[in-house]
């Protein structure tokens, strides 16, 4: 098996990865460093939590190791889709390179321009950058790419779906094409294939695992449900995520839940809360500052829940994630293969569960067709459960208290009583002034007065029974 120490990485780039421990490369190491550090363009596709991170990182700075940056033109560049995943890179690169005299800014939305200007003025070896971030600095004039002697693209079909292929286009078009261009992705859609065409020189391409994989490490399960009503769905199916973290029990050290859209996530994070879970958002929404400390709770073990959208799923690097919970399926297949590839990293076991109700059906078959298997079936943990629980438990979550009937069903049984009095009583004379039985409504009693009112009011008065005659008299 090949060691670390049989790949020709500069020795002080080697001495650090030592020290962090690693002696063995993973398949996508092992097959994209040596071409790397030939100079030679890379096209690396391997499932997430393989360390493709560690495939760009070491050889960039093998080749960096000697020379020097100057004010506002980088010698390296590597572009990520999200913040989580570029601050991600940073920190391999200040692991690495800890023997090293080279510099490297991060350029992210969330932080102030004028630190991310003094550092680039001041010349960086190595450059992170959002696509956005990075082409703002350049239209305000403070940053030139035509120095740039390495290129890398990370999570590249995550750029594809966050709609940032034409600034990487454009970003592509301000660099020397004599530069060094290293890919890495999970998945490799047409639209990354035409770019790799374009851009690429004679790539070597290095697949260590068959495309949209998943690790074997990895058990999945899916619940399927059914709402009891449409209105209850969403808190019924809070009340299926609740009952699934529970049945895990402690087995269940931490866990990330993902769902589609940044409300989900805030409703979902506050409904955990309430009922007593630790549990945080982050989701592209919110402050830089806060996402930074909402995910540092989380790797200090702080913070047991994570509740987030995409945004977070190509951006973790958490070795000890044990549970991964899809509170709802990926609108994009794709995006299920990063989802759950946060647990079960570097050979650890994990566990990932989606929870699907019959509008997700299309999007779990577009899934399970994307793995080329079918994902095993769990019981739902609520079936069993009297409906009349569920909807008191969920009430006061997403529903305002209803009034109560109370009062209503105790005039319903009087109006009953009083309509069978008025029944069960004889009917007295017209004529007569005692009082007479109260109606029951304008109903009739066919059996005890031939189809006639059973009343007219409280009694009825005695002009109405006198003649013309006995009226004028009177």
């Known amino acids: 098996m090949t060691k670390f120490s049989e790949l020709n990485l500069n020795p002080k780039v080697l001495k650090a990865v030592e020290e962090t421990g690693y002696e063995t490369p993973t398949p996508i190491q092992e097959g994209a460093i040596p071409p790397a550090l030939q100079g030679r363009d890379v096209l690396g596709i391997a499932q997430t939590g393989t360390g493709k991170t560690a495939s760009f990182t070491l050889p960039m700075l093998s080749l960096l190791a000697r020379g020097r940056a100057r004010a506002r033109m980088p010698r390296s560049l590597v572009l990520c889709p999200t913040r989580e995943l570029a601050a991600q890179v940073a920190e391999n690169f200040d692991t690495y390179s800890k023997h090293l005299k080279l510099t490297k800014a991060l350029l992210i939305g969330g932080v102030s321009f004028k630190e991310q200007d003094q550092l680039i003025d001041k010349g960086v070896d190595v450059l992170i950058a959002t696509p956005g971030r990075l082409l703002d600095h350049f239209e305000r004039g403070k940053l030139i790419l035509s120095d740039v002697k390495v290129m890398v693209v990370d999570e590249a079909d995550r750029m594809l779906d966050m709609g940032f292929i034409p600034d990487i286009e454009r970003i592509f078009g301000l660099t020397p094409f004599t530069r060094q261009t290293l890919f890495f992705s999970a998945t490799m859609a047409p639209e990354i294939e035409r770019i790799t ?6 790539p070597e391409r290095v697949e260590v695992a068959r495309q949209a994989t998943a690790s074997e490490t990895i058990t999945q399960g899916v619940v399927k449900f059914k709402p009891s009503r449409r209105d209850r769905a969403d808190s019924e199916k809070r009340k299926v995520l609740r009952a699934l973290i529970d049945g895990e029990g402690e087995t269940c050290t931490n866990a990330i839940i993902f769902c589609n859209r940044k409300t989900d996530v805030d409703i979902c994070t506050k409904s955990l809360k309430k009922y007593g879970y630790n549990a945080a958002a982050i989701h592209g929404d919110l402050e830089q500052s806060q996402r930074t400390r909402t995910l540092e709770s989380f790797r200090a073990g702080e913070l047991t829940l994570l509740v987030a959208s995409d945004v977070a799923a190509r951006g973790l690097d958490i070795p000890s994630v044990s549970h991964v ?94 309509e069978v009095t008025t029944t069960d009583a004889p009917i007295a004379d017209n004529t007569d002034d005692s009082p007479k039985p109260r109606r029951s409504g304008g109903k009739y009693d066919k059996s005890s007065n031939q189809g006639k009112a059973a009343g007219m009011g409280d009694h009825l008065p005695r002009f109405i029974a006198l003649s013309f005659e006995e009226r004028m008299a009177s």
Do not use: W
């Open 325 to 418: 919970f899809n509170f709802d399926v990926p609108g994009h297949a794709e995006d299920y293969i990063h989802r759950i590839g946060r647990t079960g990293r570097a050979g650890r076991e994990g566990k990932a569960i989606t929870i699907c109700n019959p509008r997700d059906e299309k999007s779990l078959d577009a899934v399970e067709r994307l793995l080329q298997k079918s994902i095993p079936m769990l019981d739902n943990p609520i079936a069993k459960a009297a409906p009349v629980e569920t909807v008191s438990e969920e009430t006061t979550e997403t529903e305002k208290p209803k009034k109560t009937r109370r009062s209503r069903s105790r005039k319903s049984s009087e109006a009953e009583q009083a």
């Open 197 to 202: 065409n374009t851009f690429l020189s004679a």
